[in-house]
């Protein structure tokens, strides 16, 4: 088993997909990974959707057109109702993105873990593909992560080791 550091520092934007299969005990335990995330007093104000029907990855494809979400084995989509999240009393700061970014984070590195590829992809037309598929229409829509085992010739881009030294971000007092 690796470091969690190990893991963190291997976890790339991976670009170039295969459609193979992927084992169902795989999802499952990505799945369980996510679910596990923490959210804001626990409230858990989130939606994944889970898109393996060609008819459905056509749609995800209609809104975000890059060649890594057409390869894919299977696309999850994470959504969450602003609503239904914790809002800091002090000053009304919503935790609903800030939720649904750390269950993302948990499914990017879950997917990692499983030795498999995806990348964030936050540029996509959320109006169009709650148009396409009605059910995500109350939510807001963060993320996509198109998934699949990474093509051989995958490799993280040339920024990737790119990193602000530790004195540059960490500030104590």
Not at 73 to 89: E, H, L, S
Not at 112 to 139: C, H, N, R
Not at 155 to 161: A, I, L, M, V, Y
Request: charged residues 30%.
């Amino acid at each position: 088993m690796k470091s969690f550091l190990e893991l963190a520092k291997e976890r790339y934007s991976c670009r170039k997909l295969t459609d193979k299969k992927i084992e169902p005990e795989k999802i499952d335990r990505i799945l369980q990974a996510t679910i596990a995330a923490p959210t804001a007093k626990n409230i858990q104000p989130y939606k994944i959707w889970k898109i393996t029907s060609a008819e459905a990855k056509e749609k995800i494809q209609q809104v975000a057109k890059f060649p890594f979400v057409k390869e894919s084995a299977v696309i999850f989509v994470i959504g969450a109702k602003k609503d239904d999240a914790f809002t800091r009393p002090f000053d009304n700061k919503n935790y609903f993105e800030i939720d649904a970014a750390i269950v993302s984070t948990h499914l990017m590195l879950a997917v990692q873990d499983e030795g498999l590829g995806t990348t964030w992809v936050g540029y996509f037309d959320a109006p169009k593909l709650q148009e396409l598929i009605p059910e995500m229409q109350s939510y807001d829509l963060i993320a996509i992560f198109p998934v699949g085992y990474p093509a051989d010739d995958a490799k993280p881009s040339n920024r990737h080791e790119e990193r602000k030294n530790i004195s540059e971000v960490v500030k104590e007092i």
